[in-house]
């Protein structure tokens, strides 16, 4: 996904209306909207583009970066000027993936299907109306194909999604 896709498509997900008025409500929903921003852009932000991207005023940015720096929710990139996701996200997932006995065993499955077949085996969720790959197990045949994991893709784009799809009127899928 370009950049300007995922700032597009980030910017439709949700309206101003939707936001809670209350001001604790409002900053708690725009640091979420940080973390979707960046999970959207797949990389590393200045944060000065981050709060164009959110059209949110670049002192509150700041502010909230700054708080979820130090909660190490965030980290700021190596040249000290661009954002991403913090070490504590992803002991946040760790624990998820060990608490959740559903994806547990879906992976155990995966990784065993791609044993057994020697084809590249993947783990996919719905998530937010999207196909969502949540873990991959390359298989040993020389030619593979695959996404990366936690990438998001329009269920319509995918063979499976499509399946899902196939009793919805198209207005529905739209």
């Keep these: 996904m370009q950049d300007g896709e995922a ?9 101003d209306e939707e936001r809670p008025a209350n001001s604790r409500e409002k900053g708690l929903n725009r640091a979420l909207h940080i973390l979707e921003f960046l999970h959207a852009t797949q990389r590393a932000i200045g944060i000065g583009e981050l709060a164009k ?15 979820l720096v130090g909660a190490g929710l965030l980290e700021m990139a190596g040249d000290g000027n661009r954002v991403y996701f913090g ?36 783990l996919c969720m719905l998530q937010s109306g999207r196909y969502t790959i949540v873990h991959s197990s390359p298989g040993t045949r020389p030619f593979r194909i695959s996404s990366a994991t936690g990438l998001q893709i329009p269920l319509p784009w995918t063979a499976s999604g499509r399946l899902l799809l196939a009793g919805l009127e198209r207005s529905r899928i739209e």
């Design 87 to 122: 070490k504590k996200l992803y002991l946040y997932g760790m624990a998820y993936m060990r608490g959740n006995d559903l994806l547990r065993r879906g992976r155990q499955e995966v990784d065993t299907l791609s044993r057994e077949t020697g084809e590249t085996s993947e």
């Design 53 to 67: 991207g959110l059209n949110a005023p670049r002192s509150t940015t700041y502010t909230l970066v700054r708080e």
């Design 7 to 15: 700032l597009t498509e980030w910017q439709a997900a949700g309206s």
